[in-house]
């Protein structure tokens, strides 16, 4: 099951991938 979510991560808007990148610190 996880190896599926590596796999095939759910999708997501540029709103959450912004504030992904931001915690990153990228």
Do not use: F, R, T
């Amino acid at each position: 099951y996880e190896a599926m979510l590596e796999s095939k991560p759910p999708p997501v808007n540029d709103h959450d991938l912004d504030k992904l990148l931001e915690e990153i610190g990228l």
